[in-house]
């Protein structure tokens, strides 16, 4: 089954500074990579999402690539906030495995003021 | 997105006992899943619930301790029976609205305590 590696699991950083999160995936039949943001307390919410077909997406502050050779996709926020401190998961799944993700462990991310 | 809720939003059980979840969506959708997270964990998940037929479970997770329901497009039961403290966690649904969609939508989660 798919196998997905997050780091780093905690990720401090200033306000205005640039974080960036990195998964790697096993299973080479994966083609949909959402990231989702947890705030404490809260639900798991979907932010992004790219599919094996681009290698890049943005949105505002937050981008997201692929690259399907290395097997590893990536999360960018510009511009940090400290509304942006939160957990953050990636995930890979594919139509193989009914399109169910598998999560990583997460990464915590802390902006400071 | 679709609109989901649960109930309900924490518990607090004692041991030996069971507690079912409800998860209710406003609208059809043809996926629903639960999951559990344990407190600074990932999301594991328990079961895709499947409307007119029995879920299917994940290696580690059985219907005896964990029954689902699925009556229809826009609900379904999680109950989590015999409750030990390991049991304390969070409980999620989430949704998928097409059988051949990736996205994957949460409900706000059950806060469950078993003392």
């Known amino acids: 089954g798919e196998n997905v590696e997050q780091h780093p699991s905690t990720l401090s950083v200033q306000e205005g500074d640039s974080a960036v999160i990195k998964c790697t995936y096993s299973?080479?039949?994966?083609?949909?990579f959402p990231w989702y943001k947890q705030e404490l307390g809260k639900r798991p919410q979907l932010i992004i999402d790219i599919r094996s077909n681009v290698g890049e997406k943005k949105d505002q502050r937050i981008a997201v690539t692929l690259n399907k050779t290395a097997k590893h996709f990536s999360l960018h926020i510009t511009e940090t906030q400290p509304e942006d401190s939160a957990v953050y998961f990636c995930a890979a799944s594919s139509s193989g495995g009914s399109y169910i993700p598998t999560f990583g462990r997460g990464t915590s991310l802390i902006v400071h003021p | 997105s679709a609109v989901i809720s649960q109930k309900p939003s924490r518990d607090i059980c004692q041991r030996g006992t069971s507690l079912t979840i409800q998860c209710q969506v406003d609208s059809q959708v043809t996926m629903m899943f639960w999951y559990r997270q344990q407190p600074g964990q990932s999301l594991t998940l328990i079961a895709t619930a499947n409307q007119g037929s029995e879920a299917t479970y994940e290696s580690g997770f059985v219907i005896d301790k964990f029954p689902i329901s699925r009556p229809n497009l826009t609900f379904s039961t999680l109950t989590v029976s015999n409750m030990s403290p390991e049991d304390s966690s969070i409980y999620l649904c989430s949704v998928s609205p097409g059988s051949t969609t990736y996205e994957q939508y949460f409900g706000p989660g059950t806060r469950l305590t078993v003392t």
């Open positions: 299973d080479s039949a994966s083609n949909y």
